[in-house]
């Protein structure tokens, strides 16, 4: 929506067919058309109940302000209680247009006149609309202004160029104050660009503080006049931050010339110096091509009553969009991380926001309800974090973004076939293609969800002139029906949408055995428990889904986890689909290579639940599926079922490890409390441990760990009676890589995750060959390159490998070594001899035939 000062709508015209043509909806009306001077109504709140009675009605997500404020009016907050009058130092009275974007609240509940005061009026900080204003009521600069936005709004490679500019705000012990900190701007701008903008590949330039005796951080050039004034006007950068101290219209620099009178500290009247770093008049004489300007300041943009400001002025110069202050606000004495809040953190968040994405108004929106959220009741900003949150508005669009929406095209999307049959827990295949375009970015395939179906596409993300190969993935417990899938494709250029028909079948029979482990658990109420589901394959199994059913008023389900039986052959399992509901778990596991298939036994499943109730009950199997590689899926019959006595007198475990624990080193010592008249068991992959029991029941014991994952598992048992109780922890090494590569497969298996590698590991003359870059760099090793020689270097400490493409010889730490076949080039990566890995970097190496698959195994640093 567009409130429009009168007289001056005319201009908005192409602007507004801009964002039309962007996918919005432009609503403008008049301010006049809003207002009526004789209603008795304060202006403002005649705009505020227009806003909120068309809000749903239009829509709104974006209220732009079109004049000054003596045509588009602006309110006055109170950010203190009870007072009237500006105080330099102290919140006050703020004007304000953070007003417009909570159009429903309530901004003067006892009716008092001081909207916004804390207490009285119990404002809750959460806008809902982005606002931001042209400050001008005269068509020539509102003209000109957005006809640069629709500038603004292209491409262009200076979007992600950053300007930061950084004065000192105070020094420690400044005037006597002990409660002064130096305070160097440059801390606020180091860490916006090293968590955010550098992570995202921006370009930036630094002006920091070089005058006095204790200057700021080095910068790429000192923070002056001259140079601030010539960065703006002969360079294009996508964001400006700036941190000074300001006024209406200029911002000054402060340094501490020297220590005349030796009291060493700083003294505001003698010893420091603030000169003027930027001023309106200088801007009115330049012109600066800057999509976004922060201003961390007090003051620059005051544009009460149509006074002209810093902020106003940056815009009549040239730039997109201007954040600043209305009035003085409060920043944090020796600053150094957004968790240490004032008018630092707002910049920091504001500039986080907008390069991740959100349009400018909502940047600063969001960063204004973050900071009331988790600062308005911390000690020293309760009476202070609203005057930060009321003087912080936006000067320009509010809709501009870093990343500018481009008109999209309609492009034609079609499957061929559109219509595919799937039996149920199966796959099925078809190809979706697309009207031919020239194509720059790439499209963003979605679809609507049903549940039990799984869309994947390959590649995920095609270009709109290439086919895309479309896998169909049926979990067995879907039952026969059909259904149509919308499928949608939407780029920064084109969109489109195409639906395919899936006819879902049912699944043959077959006799894999399922167990459910203990038969019989004995617990006492409150007892955590586990129960083990082990699958007995009778043909390879590459998937499995199943329902659970369990008595939730004597049980509470605690989580499940994915056993170790469908990672065997250290191919990747994707993490397990579950639903539960009272007394029901549906779940289901597939592996993502789907090929081999398990033959051997092992755990497909672990639940934990805790007895809620005493009494007796049943776990049971109600409905299981498996697939084999040949993609046929059958169901199972015979399926198992466990019994479980909750009682005063059950079993108790307790282990001091958590489920899920990192630990470095090959022992951990776990120790607990367990019933003391039975036996208690600790297995861990072919090791058993029988702790000896204290005669209170406690036990203390050392597992070996020998792998990177170790599922332990701790039991209680009593073999007159049958009965057991169970607990497992999952203990990771934190020390230990391993690694496994198959053959002509881009998979690889990183301590349980799997990555997709550059280039698949191959065999020549019986000898497998292997990525080095991804190898060298799991293991800690840094890898270099000397095209002039086809030499690489791998550098760990002082550890130097040496080896040459196409050469056996190589250097190990400067001794000569022979290689038994030699580095090799294919898809611009380089491959070595998988046994130069295991002597060179000192791994521990196996290979297995059956499924031709390398495991390497290091201890890691």
């Known amino acids: 929506m567009v409130i429009v000062a009168p007289g001056v709508e005319d201009v908005l015209q192409p602007w507004q067919k801009h964002r039309e043509s962007q996918g919005f909806t432009v609503k403008v009306v008049r301010s006049t058309d809003i207002i009526a001077g004789s209603s008795g109504i304060a202006p403002y709140i005649q705009v505020q109940n227009y806003v909120r009675d068309n809000q749903k009605k239009f829509n709104i997500k974006y209220l732009l302000l079109v004049g000054d404020t003596n045509d588009v009016p602006m309110p006055r907050l109170y950010a203190a209680k009870n007072v009237d009058n500006v105080v330099w130092g ?6 304000s247009d953070y007003f417009y974007s909570q159009p ?11 909207l916004g005061e804390p207490e009285d009026d119990q404002v809750l900080i959460a ?10 009521s005269d068509q020539g600069n509102i003209e000109k202004y957005l006809n640069r936005v629709k500038i603004y709004d292209s491409p262009s490679a200076s979007r992600k160029n950053v300007l930061q500019a950084a004065a000192i705000y105070s020094f420690d012990n400044e005037d006597g104050d002990p409660t002064n900190k130096f305070t160097d701007g440059a801390d606020m701008e180091e860490r916006i660009w090293n968590d955010i903008l550098k992570p995202m590949k921006y370009i930036r330039k630094t002006l920091y503080e070089c005058d006095g005796t204790k200057p700021g951080l080095p910068g790429d050039m000192c923070l002056n006049s001259t140079n601030l004034i010539n960065e703006l006007t002969k360079n294009d950068y996508g964001i400006v931050n700036w941190l000074a101290h300001g006024e209406t219209n200029r911002i000054v620099r402060k340094y501490w010339l020297n220590d005349q009178d030796g009291n060493g500290h700083a003294d505001s009247n003698t010893e420091i110096r603030m000169p003027l770093l930027l001023d309106d008049g200088q801007l009115y004489n330049n012109i600066i091509k800057s999509r976004l300007i922060i201003s961390t300041a007090c003051s620059t943009a005051d544009i009460a009553g149509g006074a002209s400001s810093l902020g106003s002025a940056s815009l009549r110069s040239g730039a997109g969009a201007f954040i600043g202050a209305t009035a003085i606000n409060y920043f944090t004495p020796g600053w150094s991380k957004p968790s240490d809040g004032g008018n630092q953190t707002i910049s920091y968040n504001i500039t986080k926001n907008y390069a991740e994405g959100d349009a400018v108004g909502f940047a600063l929106a969001k960063s204004l309800e973050s900071f009331a959220k988790e600062f308005r009741t911390v000690n020293g900003w309760q009476e202070k974090y609203l005057q930060n949150v009321y003087s912080f508005i936006l000067l320009g669009d509010p809709g501009m973004k870093q990343e500018p929406v481009i008109p999209k095209q309609d492009i034609q999307m079609a499957f061929f076939p559109a219509s595919i049959t799937v039996v149920s827990g199966q796959k099925a295949e078809t190809k979706l293609v697309f009207g031919e375009v020239p194509a720059i970015y790439p499209l963003k395939l979605s679809y609507t969800t049903i549940y039990g179906i799984t869309i994947t596409f390959d590649p995920p993300d095609p270009l709109p002139n290439q086919d895309a190969r479309v896998i169909v993935q049926v979990e067995k417990f879907v039952v026969p029906q059909k259904v149509i899938v919308t499928v949608k494709g939407e780029s920064q250029q084109y969109k489109g949408q195409a639906e395919l028909e899936i006819v879902v079948k049912a699944p043959p029979p077959t006799v894999t055995e399922l167990v459910l482990l203990p038969e019989y658990t004995y617990a006492k109420q409150g007892q955590e428990l586990w129960i083990d589901l082990l699958v007995s394959p009778s043909l390879p199994v590459d998937s499995l889904s199943a329902q659970l059913e369990y008595d939730n008023e004597k049980l509470q389900f605690q989580k499940m986890r994915v056993g170790q039986f469908a990672t065997l052959d250290y191919r990747c399992c994707e993490a397990p689909n579950s639903i539960q509901s009272r007394g029901r778990i549906i779940f289901s596991f ?37 697939k084999s590689p040949d993609s046929s899926v059958h169901l199972l019959s015979d399926l198992p079922v466990c019994r479980i006595n909750i009682d005063q007198n059950g079993f108790s475990l307790q282990a001091s490890i958590a489920d899920g624990q990192n630990i470095k080193g090959d022992i951990v010592t776990v120790s607990g409390n367990s019933s003391r008249e039975q036996v208690l068991v600790v297995e861990n992959q072919n090791e058993k441990y029988i702790p000896r029991l204290t005669s209170e029941g406690s036990y203390s014991t050392d597992i070996n760990l020998g792998t990177h994952s170790s599922d332990v598992l701790f039991k209680v048992e009593d073999s007159s009676y049958g009965r057991s109780l169970w607990i497992r922890r999952m203990i990771n090494r934190t020390d230990l890589r391993e690694l496994a590569f198959h053959i002509d497969d881009r998979k690889a298996w990183n301590n349980g995750n799997c990555e997709e590698l550059e280039a698949s590991p191959f065999i020549v003359n019986g000898k497998t060959l292997v990525p080095l870059r991804y190898i060298a760099e799991k293991l800690g090793y840094q890898t270099k390159w000397l095209a002039s020689e086809q030499r690489i270097d791998l550098l760990r400490g002082q550890n130097i490998i040496t080896m040459w493409v196409g050469k056996k010889n190589a250097y190990v730490n400067g001794q000569p070594y022979q290689l038994d076949a030699t580095p090799q080039i294919r898809a611009g990566r380089t491959f070595v001899p998988l046994r130069f890995v295991a002597d060179a970097i000192n791994c521990d190496v196996k290979w297995d035939q059956a499924t031709r698959t390398a495991i390497v195994r290091a201890e890691t640093t």
């Open 590 to 626: 597939a592996r993502n290579f789907e090929k081999y298939g398990i033959s051997s036994p092992g755990i497909a499943f672990s639940f934990c639940f805790q007895g809620r109730k005493q009494g007796a009950s049943n776990i049971s199997l109600t409905l299981a599926t498996v």
């Open 127 to 136: 806008p809902k609309i982005a606002v931001g204003r042209i400050p001008f």
């Open 104 to 114: 429903d609240t309530n901004w003067d509940r006892d009716s008092d006149g001081r």
């Open 90 to 95: 102290e919140p006050g009275p703020v004007y």
